[in-house]
T-cell receptor, first 110, second 116 residues
Framework: DAKTTQPPSMDCAEGRAANLPCNHSTISGNEYVYWYRQIHSQGPQYIIHGLKNNETNEMASLIITEDRKSSTLILPHATLRDTAVYYCITEKDSSYKLIFGSGTRLLVRP | KAGVTQTPRYLIKTRGQQVTLSCSPISGHRSVSWYQQTPGQGLQFLFEYFSETQRNKGNFPGRFSGRQFSNSRSEMNVSTLELGDSALYLC???????????????FGPGTRLTVL
């Protein structure tokens, strides 16, 4: 079973920031938070990961709370191409067994 | 670098038949994982191979099997197909490094299997 909880759907306006929350209250000390997304009819795509500190890359920012029980993925300027299902996953660094939950279906509106 | 490729992209089989799906990982990647995606169960992990050895296994019946070749290419086989095996089968490749470094997984486009 998935170890994370995400809202089933969200929407935001194009050009605005999209903030996707994830609850992972049972996360272990050696588990990372990963975010993947799946655009319709494609394979999932890695977005970002983090352990304790906030992280930023060219796609998104990841904010992890101090107690590590929840996190937020931020797409700073959402575009229509960001419409997808976003998955938050917690796993150890060397695990190759990703457990996907239901994810959040993000709809970016024109 | 070329991405992960999967063949065939679409497949139609009938109950009782068997099927073999193929996955070519990104050059240099030694780990290949397989996932099944259905509307009802979502994305579920099948198994992972590294250097021709199965390293991780999900909770699927023995009808689902796989193998990896010395060039890291992988195949998965489903025998005695059932209607419920209709799904998108995804493979993902990664460097397969040992602990201490996060290893991003790169997914292929998937093979859509329909069982009639």
């Amino acid at each position: 079973d998935a170890k994370t909880t995400q809202p089933p759907s969200m929407d935001c306006a194009e050009g605005r920031a999209a903030n996707l929350p994830c609850n992972h209250s049972t996360i272990s000390g050696n588990e990372y938070v990963y975010w993947y997304r799946q655009i319709h009819s494609q394979g999932p795509q890695y977005i970002i990961h983090g352990l304790k500190n906030n992280e930023t890359n060219e796609m998104a920012s990841l904010i992890i709370t101090e107690d590590r029980k929840s996190s937020t993925l931020i797409l700073p300027h959402a575009t229509l191409r960001d419409t997808a299902v976003y998955y938050c996953i917690t796993e150890k660094d060397s695990s190759y067994k990703l457990i996907f939950g239901s994810g959040t279906r993000l709809l970016v509106r024109p | 670098k070329a991405g992960v490729t999967q063949t065939p992209r679409y497949l139609i089989k009938t109950r009782g038949q068997q099927v073999t799906l193929s996955c070519s990982p990104i050059s240099g990647h030694r780990s290949v994982s397989w996932y099944q995606q259905t509307p009802g169960q979502g994305l579920q992990f099948l198994f992972e191979y590294f250097s021709e050895t199965q390293r991780n296994k999900g909770n699927f019946p023995g009808r689902f099997s796989g193998r990896q070749f010395s060039n890291s290419r992988s195949e998965m086989n489903v025998s005695t197909l059932e209607l419920g095996d209709s799904a998108l089968y995804l493979c993902a490749s990664s460097e397969g490094l040992a602990g201490g470094k996060v290893d991003e997984q790169f997914f292929g486009p998937g093979t859509r299997l329909t069982v009639l």
